[in-house]
């Protein structure tokens, strides 16, 4: 069964933040000893907001936001569309999105993955054009036909970057109803349009927006109905009522469990479909879907197939408390506790050899009631590596048996070598380490990542960028800065397909590999910097209304991907590419891609068949330093 529009983009979005986490694991939870000592420099972003006549754009906003819309940094262009953020942390391949907001203006991105912050350096992101993008004005009726005055209209765009997974472009914008029902959005650029209707004691009600690159739209009226609230509990697996617990259902309706456990959800109808959400510190997350009848509500655990439970007339929420993996933390000669500093905690598989390759991690909350007496939280039967840090001593590592239940994990003893002239690390680790240079000189400042190419997705979940099917972006495992040309990098865990890439201002990135890396290996590599090349063409019979809204996109098997707006008479151009062989296509973000299978009933195999990104790709050979002209480019019109 096909989900409904506002059920993709829910699983979408929760989806998301579990994909992009993972590839912010080991930049953010290494060990210390693991990371840089001393933090890298700060850098700036710098551009020119223009609009489609290359015009400057005055008083733009630009902004960077985190997880939950929170705002990383703002600024104002000038009077020339000009503008610089920062000075910024330092970041290699930014994980959030640029956005810049403009009056009278749709909000336009810089997509994350696409731009780093260089230390001591300024990153020139070049002409960022904005569009007028596309009104809407539409008015609220219930059934009756009565207006409905003061409701909230949250107004959406998002895009795909999965087959049917979407992320939003920035935070909802929102507007209310007037005396008589009526509103208009704010200008909307291109993309999965949609509103978000809710009055009170009304059914919420999503609303899909026509394809329209640009210009003002009038919708049809939209009826809201009396809705049908959700009542539920949430309890222990005692039965005992926990208060506080946050259900999001949707995630377009919330609601707090009372001190009786007891929670309402409203705005939906007598036969919902959606998914909930139930979350509390120090329990286990809950994540389901459901459905709702005449019978009651019937779930089940997302991820898990049959394991249907119900129907209910009132949702059951029980909530399990994580397990705790526990232990002590002793210094190696003495016997004595040893504070802790950090606990990161993995999944791990073991080769046929014995040696276990880590994958799955996260710096872990832990609690520490004294020197070197840890519980650190777990949510999953498994069997766990943990990695322990504290100031003065090499990390230590310990593995837990496997568990088949969430039960506590106890004994765990953790001896810790004190750091000292002749004392040799506990853990063996890999490194790679060397020297960058462009013409024989060091590259003064920049950004080494160490990169891997990700798997391929089924037909159905194919990676997209402006609506066209590419290969995946890179995994990164480990970035470093580099200093007077010099950069180390702390390998995760020991592989053969690993690549190298050298990034620094006004050069293009060079990426040697794949590099292969054993267990405990310190690798010595150094980068020389080679010419970067061009790929430059037009595209042909644009379609009508799309003329100045299109996209090439490029794309490598090795994870190089970059795009590039079409200008206006149709010609485009690839700059600061690395060699390698290429894919090209051109599309936007409300294209829809007919290599993704759509409709109400996806065929089975499409979840079984691995996508091709390079199927009606033009292919290009780029050498090192070659500019490939005359290249050309249609959007397929099916």
């Known amino acids: 069964m096909r989900q409904s529009p506002r059920e993709l983009r829910c699983r979408g979005k929760v989806r998301r933040k579990a994909f992009r986490a993972s590839l912010l694991i080991w930049a953010m939870f290494l060990p210390a000893a693991a990371r840089c000592e001393e933090p890298p420099a700060k850098g700036t972003l710098s551009g020119r907001i223009v609009d489609a006549q290359g015009m400057p754009v005055a008083a733009a906003r630009i ?16 009077a020339d569309g000009r503008f610089r953020l920062g000075p910024l942390e330092a970041v290699y391949r930014h994980d959030f999105d640029l956005y810049v907001e403009a009056d009278g203006f749709a909000r336009q991105y810089a997509p994350s993955g696409t731009y780093s912050i260089f230390p001591n350096a300024d990153c020139d992101l070049g002409a960022i054009r904005v569009d007028r993008g596309c009104s809407f004005t539409g008015q609220v009726l219930d059934r009756g036909g009565t207006p409905v005055a003061d409701a909230d209209v949250e107004c959406s765009v998002d895009r795909c970057y999965l087959g049917h997974t979407v992320s939003p472009i920035g935070p909802p914008q929102l507007i209310k109803t007037d005396a008589v029902g009526r509103f208009r959005t704010p200008p909307l650029g291109i993309g999965e349009r949609g509103l978000i209707v809710r009055a009170p004691h009304r059914q919420i009600k999503y609303v899909e927006l026509p394809d329209a690159a640009s210009g003002e739209r009038i ?6 109905d009396q809705d049908t609230p959700i009542l539920g509990t949430v309890t222990d697996s005692q039965g005992s009522p926990i208060a506080g617990a946050e259900v999001r259902a949707d995630p377009v309706a919330r609601s707090i469990s009372d001190k009786e456990g007891q929670f309402v959800l409203s705005g939906f109808g007598p036969s919902p479909s959606f998914q909930l959400q139930a979350s509390k510190d120090g329990y286990v997350f809950i994540n389901w879907k459901v459905k709702g009848d005449s019978d009651g509500f019937r779930w089940r655990d997302i991820g898990r197939v049959g394991n249907e439970r119900g129907p209910a007339k009132r949702l059951a929420v029980v909530m399990v408390r994580e397990a705790w993996i526990e232990g002590t933390a002793v210094d190696e000669a003495t016997g004595q506790p040893v504070r802790l500093d950090r606990v990161v905690l993995c999944f791990f598989e073991r080769k046929p050899g014995g040696e276990a390759v880590l994958n799955g ?15 650190v939280p777990y949510w999953t039967p498994d069997e766990y590596h943990l990695t322990f840090s504290a100031a003065g001593y090499h990390d230590a590592e310990a593995f837990t048996p496997k568990v088949g239940t969430l039960a506590p994990v106890e004994g765990i003893r953790v001896k810790m070598r004190k750091k000292q002239a002749g004392s040799v690390p506990s853990l063996r680790r890999q490194t790679i380490s060397g020297m960058v240079t462009d013409r ?4 003064e400042t920049g950004w080494v990542g160490l990169w891997s190419a990700r798997a391929p997705q089924d037909v159905a979940n194919a990676y997209v960028m402006r609506g066209r099917t590419v290969a995946g972006d890179p995994v990164i495992h480990a970035r470093a800065p580099l200093r007077d040309g010099k950069y180390s990098l702390t ?5 053969e397909g690993f690549y190298l890439v050298a990034e620094s201002p006004g050069l293009g990135p060079t990426q040697i590999g794949p590099i292969g890396v054993t267990l405990g290996e310190e690798k010595s590599l150094d980068i020389a910097c080679v010419e970067s090349g061009a790929i430059q063409g037009t595209v042909k019979d644009r379609p009508a209304g799309w003329e100045d809204d299109l996209w090439v996109v490029a794309f490598t098997d090795a994870g190089v991907r970059v795009e590039r707006r079409v200008a206006r008479d149709g010609s485009f151009n690839l700059p600061n590419l690395p060699p390698g062989r290429y894919g090209l296509k051109v599309g936007h973000d409300a294209y829809l891609d007919s290599d993704v299978p759509r409709g109400a009933d996806i065929p089975p195999e499409a979840w079984k068949t691995v996508a091709d990104p390079w199927k009606r790709a033009v292919v290009v050979d780029l050498a090192a330093g070659q500019e490939c ?3 050309e480019l249609t959007l397929p019109q099916d």
């Open 63 to 78: 902004w960077i936001g985190g997880w939950d819309d929170k705002l990383l940094a703002e600024c104002v262009g000038d």
């Open 219 to 224: 919708l049809p009226p939209i009826v809201v």
């Open 361 to 375: 991690c996260r710096s872990s909350r832990f609690e520490q009631a004294q020197d070197g007496s840890f519980r």
């Open 440 to 443: 024989g000189r060091p590259v």
């Open 491 to 495: 390998v995760p865990f020991q592989d």
């Open 629 to 631: 002209e005359g290249i």
